[in-house]
């Protein structure tokens, strides 16, 4: 009996495919792993633009100039680096997209080609691992913005009793709003990826207008900007650190809080659907709006300097100190309370696509027969409750420093997917032999390609020393480490990058520069497959024509109603 009751729960929990449009349920491939046919690539570059909005128009950006004032840098250096850096985010971005433009595919699928099918599994949980934490302390985040909007409402919630024991390092008011925000968050998780466009528009708007507003407010009343804008360098001459190491550490951490993001462009530009779109979209937002963004915030902050006689980086704290100064006033409390909600909705989205929905394809990947795209979503949000982010913000300072030092290890990773895609395989990829493992030529020895793996090592040694004293406080460590450290980027990219090319000239891989014949998958329109010298499929489709902002789909079809689990 209870061997027969587990077996009908895992037929139960097993996907269901639809073999007429080519979906397949396998250990290695569901229907969000498969090539995406173009009914499901929908996004032009202006939905691009709304995602990749959600990026740039958050808390973080608007508060990067401080990190690197802080350090003695003047302003004109670090909007220097923040130019500098988003340019190198935006290109990469573009590189590593790439892929999943010209063959449809997600970064879970890409590794295949170059780690092997099983050790794909090693950039994945990687991406998993991260996926989970980051999303619970944007949770964490976003409960902080909800607090805020709750006390606009409820003035008394502010003084609301903390119940919380005392060994738990947060009060009861934030909790509520974290468990609000949470919540908020879940139903969104239902939404499949082509179909996030119109939120993404709408909160990406939302958000620029607030934070326009609090600009424009904030220089209105104060009249101008206080001392902090026009901060000049104050690098002592006797400093550990040059002005150059400084910027080129600032530099180095302003593209690692953006490189987990970068390694997994594919899994959204493969719903583009042209390259143009994405590139654009993507250029447009990552680079010039994430700079007016960071420029904003400073001007902001500058200008409440002289308000309120204080620096407030922090958009939560400053929107409590707004409505303390306003007296409590009901023309305070509604301004603050749509600056919040503004923040809130964009935060939300940011997370739930950046976060939940790529820890959802990276899990389906690790789980194809049980897992796809919202049953992952699902339970990376669910994790939240386990990793506590409470715990890890208010606690341990130094694991976000830790968490945004990932690019240690996901620097290497990119050099050997750059170098892999252009300059090994030359841009060309057998579909077929990414989802069968029979005589794959991805299948390498035993699953794993061995000429990967001593690669990727080799470009985060050097810098792991660095990582471990500058987490560690290790000021008395030898200056070498550091400055490894500072450039681990561009370090860990170039060594193995170049190790990865030059083990393959002297180990060639097998069916490097090969493509299947004939489009198996209906993933490529007839225009598409003779740029790619491949046969069309019999059933191939044209790409939709949508106007600006639609979904893509018609909700009175019959596939409409399917996507959304309703009946006919």
Same mark, same amino acid.
């Given at each position: 009996?209870?061997?027969?009751?587990?077996?009908?729960?895992?037929?139960?929990?097993?996907?269901?495919?639809?073999?007429?449009?080519? *979906?397949?349920?396998?250990?290695?491939?569901?229907?969000?792993?498969?090539?995406?046919?173009?009914?499901?690539?929908?996004?032009?570059?202006?939905?691009?633009?709304?995602?990749?909005?959600?990026?740039?128009? =958050?808390?973080?950006?608007?508060?990067?100039?401080?990190?690197?004032?802080?350090?003695?840098?003047?302003?004109?250096?670090?909007?220097?680096?923040?130019?500098?850096?988003?340019?190198?985010?935006?290109?990469?971005?573009?590189?590593?997209?790439?892929?999943?433009?010209?063959?449809?595919?997600?970064? !879970?699928?890409?590794?295949?080609?170059?780690?092997?099918?099983?050790?794909?599994?090693?950039?994945?949980?990687?991406?998993?691992?991260?996926?989970?934490?980051?999303?619970?302390?944007?949770?964490?985040?976003?409960?902080?913005?909800?607090?805020?909007?709750?006390?606009?409402?409820?003035?008394?919630?502010?003084?609301?009793?903390?119940?919380?024991?005392? =060994?738990?390092?947060?009060?009861?008011? *934030?909790?509520?709003?974290? !468990?609000?925000?949470?919540?908020?968050?879940?139903?969104?998780?239902?939404?499949?990826?082509?179909?996030?466009?119109?939120?993404?528009?709408?909160?990406?708007?939302?958000?620029?207008?607030?934070?326009?507003?609090?600009?424009?407010?904030?220089?209105?009343?104060?009249?101008?900007? &206080?001392?902090?804008?026009?901060?000049?360098?104050?690098?002592?001459? !006797?400093?550990?650190?040059?002005?150059?190491?400084?910027?080129?550490?600032?530099?180095?951490?302003?593209?690692?809080?953006?490189?987990?993001?970068?390694?997994?462009?594919?899994?959204?530009?493969?719903?583009?659907?042209?390259?143009?779109?994405?590139?654009?979209?993507?250029?447009?937002?990552?680079?010039?709006?994430?700079?007016?963004?960071?420029?904003?915030?400073?001007?902001?902050?500058?200008?409440?300097?002289?308000?309120?006689?204080?620096?407030?980086?922090?958009?939560?704290?400053?929107?409590?100190?707004?409505?303390?100064?306003?007296?409590?006033?009901?023309?305070?409390?509604?301004?603050?309370?749509?600056?919040?909600?503004?923040?809130?909705?964009?935060?939300?989205?940011?997370?739930?696509?950046?976060?939940?929905?790529?820890?959802?394809?990276?899990?389906?990947?690790?789980? #194809?027969?049980?897992?796809?795209?919202?049953?992952?979503?699902?339970?990376?949000?669910?994790?939240?409750?386990?990793?506590?982010?409470?715990?890890?913000? =208010?606690?341990?300072?130094?694991?976000?420093?830790?968490?945004?030092?990932?690019?240690?290890?996901?620097?290497?990773?990119?050099?050997?997917?750059?170098?892999?895609?252009?300059?090994?395989?030359?841009?060309?990829?057998?579909?077929?032999?990414?989802?069968?493992?029979?005589?794959?030529?991805?299948?390498?020895?035993?699953?794993?390609?061995?000429?990967?793996?001593?690669?990727?090592?080799?470009?985060?040694?050097?810098?792991?020393?660095?990582?471990?004293?500058?987490? &560690?406080?290790?000021?008395?460590?030898?200056?070498?480490?550091?400055?490894?450290?500072?450039?681990?980027?561009?370090?860990?990219?170039?060594?193995?990058?170049?190790?990865?090319?030059?083990?393959?000239?002297?180990?060639?891989?097998?069916?490097?520069?090969?493509?299947?014949?004939?489009?198996?998958?209906?993933?490529?329109? #007839?225009?598409?497959?003779?740029?790619?010298?491949?046969?069309?499929?019999?059933?191939? *489709?044209?790409? #939709?024509?949508?106007?600006?902002?639609?979904?893509?789909?018609?909700?009175?079809?019959?596939?409409?109603?399917?996507?959304?689990?309703?009946?006919?």
């Amino acid at each position: 009996m209870a061997a027969a009751t587990a077996r009908k729960v895992r037929d139960a929990a097993i996907l269901k495919a639809d073999s007429s449009r080519n *979906e397949e349920t396998t250990a290695w491939c569901n229907r969000d792993l498969v090539p995406l046919p173009p009914s499901r690539r929908t996004w032009g570059w202006f939905n691009f633009f709304g995602a990749q909005s959600l990026g740039a128009l =958050n808390v973080a950006t608007w508060q990067t100039p401080n990190t690197f004032l802080t350090q003695g840098l003047s302003v004109g250096q670090a909007m220097a680096i923040i130019v500098v850096s988003r340019f190198i985010v935006s290109l990469f971005a573009c590189i590593i997209a790439w892929c999943g433009l010209t063959w449809h595919i997600g970064f !879970t699928i890409q590794n295949r080609f170059t780690w092997g099918m099983r050790g794909a599994y090693i950039p994945l949980l990687q991406r998993c691992l991260l996926n989970f934490i980051w999303n619970a302390i944007q949770c964490w985040n976003g409960g902080k913005l909800v607090t805020v909007c709750l006390t606009a409402l409820w003035p008394s919630f502010k003084q609301i009793k903390n119940t919380l024991p005392d =060994n738990v390092p947060t009060t009861t008011s *934030e909790m509520v709003g974290f !468990t609000v925000f949470w919540l908020i968050s879940v139903p969104f998780l239902f939404i499949r990826p082509e179909r996030f466009k119109k939120p993404f528009f709408i909160s990406s708007v939302g958000c620029g207008v607030a934070m326009l507003a609090m600009m424009i407010w904030s220089l209105a009343v104060a009249k101008g900007v &206080g001392p902090v804008f026009y901060k000049g360098e104050t690098v002592s001459s !006797t400093s550990r650190w040059s002005v150059s190491w400084l910027m080129m550490a600032g530099l180095n951490q302003a593209i690692g809080q953006k490189v987990a993001g970068m390694a997994n462009e594919s899994d959204f530009s493969r719903y583009s659907k042209d390259h143009m779109a994405f590139v654009v979209g993507t250029v447009s937002v990552q680079w010039i709006v994430g700079i007016f963004v960071s420029l904003g915030g400073l001007v902001t902050t500058a200008a409440c300097q002289i308000i309120y006689g204080k620096i407030w980086w922090n958009p939560p704290d400053l929107m409590m100190v707004m409505m303390d100064d306003g007296k409590g006033s009901s023309g305070a409390r509604a301004g603050v309370f749509f600056l919040a909600l503004a923040f809130t909705f964009a935060i939300l989205f940011q997370n739930v696509c950046g976060n939940a929905v790529a820890g959802g394809i990276d899990l389906a990947g690790v789980f #194809p027969r049980y897992i796809d795209i919202r049953r992952g979503a699902i339970i990376t949000f669910l994790a939240t409750w386990i990793i506590q982010p409470w715990q890890l913000i =208010n606690r341990a300072a130094t694991f976000v420093t830790v968490l945004s030092s990932f690019s240690v290890f996901l620097a290497p990773l990119l050099g050997v997917m750059i170098c892999d895609y252009f300059f090994i395989r030359h841009q060309k990829v057998r579909l077929n032999h990414l989802y069968h493992p029979e005589n794959s030529d991805y299948w390498f020895a035993h699953g794993v390609n061995w000429r990967v793996i001593p690669c990727w090592i080799a470009g985060w040694a050097p810098t792991i020393g660095g990582l471990i004293v500058s987490v &560690g406080g290790m000021s008395s460590a030898p200056d070498a480490l550091f400055q490894l450290y500072y450039t681990a980027f561009f370090t860990g990219l170039s060594i193995s990058f170049t190790l990865f090319y030059v083990v393959n000239l002297i180990f060639p891989v097998k069916g490097a520069g090969e493509f299947d014949p004939y489009d198996d998958w209906a993933t490529f329109t #007839p225009g598409e497959a003779a740029k790619l010298n491949i046969v069309p499929n019999d059933n191939a *489709e044209e790409l #939709p024509h949508i106007r600006l902002g639609a979904s893509g789909y018609d909700p009175d079809s019959e596939q409409s109603r399917q996507e959304l689990g309703l009946k006919s």
